[in-house]
């Protein structure tokens, strides 16, 4: 990018999906950062004026910032959200004792009472009745990761007859005792994969004490 001179960028993850820093370089000297948060689309340390008037920008406007991001050549990292849960009074689908999506297919509102916190507990509520029936044979870590992977727009379908393509699963090492990732590319198992690496790392990071107890770990 320039603009009278040559200026560069670096981004740093701060905080995982909260702060995000960009550096502004020219020549290997630092000109500047400013601080931003996807998540909220704001901007929490603002470059100075005179920066600004350089790089022909509004220091206090977020679309600015991320219209330099984007003319940097830097891209943001994407901010995953946590599962889906149904609000109050929100229609879902469950899975009954029998395996059936109840009740017979007809949502049922979400209210505050055990049955219901129980269902939310073991990740047993569903915004569509197809989700639901793809949770039906899935343990309770697999119907979490469902709902997350519905949360965050990346449910996945692996295509076990390309050779070329990584599918990621969780899984744990008692070697190491820590929940880690490993991947298979034509040979299935019984468990839910995940797109990329990065998807399962922000999986594992979210939700790694719920990964323990659903696999037996102490």
């Known amino acids: 990018m320039k603009k009278n001179i040559e200026i560069t960028g670096i981004l740093r993850v701060v905080e995982k999906e909260t702060w995000n820093v960009v550096d502004l370089f020219s020549n290997d000297v630092k000109l500047g950062e400013f601080v931003f948060n996807p998540k909220h689309k704001s901007i929490n340390v603002e470059l100075s004026k005179c920066m600004g008037k350089i790089l022909g920008i509004n220091v206090t406007e977020y679309l600015d910032y991320m219209k330099l991001i984007a003319d940097l050549g830097l891209e943001i990292p994407k901010s ?46 569903f915004p569509t009745r197809e989700l ?65 690496a990065e998807q399962v790392k922000t999986f594992i990071e979210m939700y790694e004490t719920e990964i323990k107890k659903s696999m037996g770990v102490k």
């Open 80 to 125: 995953y959200r946590r599962h889906w849960t149904p609000k109050t009074e929100q229609k879902h689908y469950y899975i009954d004792f029998e395996g059936d999506i109840c009740p017979n297919g007809i949502s049922s509102n979400f209210g505050y009472n055990e049955v219901d916190r129980r269902r939310c507990e073991n990740f047993n509520m």
């Open 132 to 196: 639901a029936e793809k949770g039906k044979n899935l343990s309770k870590l697999g119907r979490l990761v469902l709902l997350w992977q519905y949360a965050n727009d990346c449910l996945f379908e692996p295509d076990w007859k390309d050779g070329d393509t990584k599918k990621y699963f969780i899984r744990y090492d008692y070697i190491k005792e820590e929940v880690c990732h490993d991947y298979n590319v034509t040979i299935p198992s019984d468990t839910l994969y995940f797109e990329t």
